[in-house]
Every structure is written in structure tokens, then in C-alpha cells.
């Protein structure tokens, strides 16, 4: 079993920052692939960013490429996932989550991930 906790979450003007934390604990914590997703009410979550266990691939949507950056601490782990030039359609509830699979594949789907965590808001005001 691997836990999941965000953190972060916060209000910000457009055009600001946040950096979202997600530490994870329980079964082998460094050996699973790990991403971000979000949801607005009354539509799908989505996938925002992924990175491998070992660091080495990360990838995001293309709404938020090159504004967002995914990383992780294996020391701690923790992932994060900083967030610049904020828009007000980035505005949801952020979710961590986790797999144990090959780290050589991109999993952007909900179903490819089986722990979550319980989300952390983020509001972007214009």
C-alpha cells in the first residue's frame, strides 16, 4: 500500500506561482512512477504531469508545458510539481498519484494509476 499526501494548494493572482508537494509513504516508496492530475466540477480529471521512479522521464500536457515543472526527491520522497505563470483555468483540485509498473512507459490515464491522494485547491484569480 502507498500513501499519498498534497500540500501547496493555495490562492494566487494570474501571472503567480505555487509549487504543489506530494510526499508518499508505505510499500517500496521509491519504486513507482508518480503524476499529477486535476479536476474542476462536472468535468473529467485530467492528466497535468508524469515522472518515472527514476527521474529520468518526465512529460505533461500540453496545456501546461513550459509553464509547469514535475520533479521528485527519492531521499524524501516527494514529488513536486512547480507552477508558473498561473491562468485562471488552472484553477482545480490538484491530485498526486501513484503506480507500480515499468518505468519506461508515459501513463496519462486515471485507470493505469491505483493510489491517489485526497487532492489540494488551487485557485487562480484574474
Known amino acids: 500500500q502507498v500513501q499519498l499526501v498534497e500540500s501547496g494548494g493555495g490562492l494566487v493572482q494570474a501571472g503567480g506561482s505555487l509549487r504543489l508537494s506530494c510526499a508518499a509513504s508505505?510499500?517500496?516508496?521509491?519504486?513507482?512512477?508518480m503524476a499529477w492530475f486535476r479536476q474542476t466540477p462536472g468535468k473529467e480529471r485530467e492528466f497535468v504531469a508524469s515522472?518515472?521512479?527514476?527521474?529520468?522521464?518526465?512529460n505533461y500536457a500540453d496545456s501546461v508545458k513550459g509553464r509547469f515543472t514535475i520533479s521528485r526527491d527519492g531521499a524524501e520522497n516527494t514529488m513536486y510539481l512547480q507552477m508558473n505563470s498561473l491562468k485562471p483555468e488552472d484553477t482545480a483540485v490538484y491530485y498526486c498519484?501513484?503506480?507500480?509498473?515499468?518505468?519506461?512507459?508515459?501513463?496519462?490515464?486515471?485507470?493505469?494509476?491505483?493510489?491517489w491522494g485526497q487532492g489540494t485547491q488551487v485557485t487562480v484569480s484574474s
Open positions: 498519484a501513484a503506480n507500480i509498473a515499468a518505468a519506461w512507459v508515459v501513463y496519462v490515464e486515471t485507470g493505469e494509476y491505483e493510489y
Open positions: 508505505g510499500r517500496a516508496s521509491s519504486r513507482y512512477n
Open positions: 515522472i518515472n521512479w527514476s527521474a529520468n522521464n518526465a
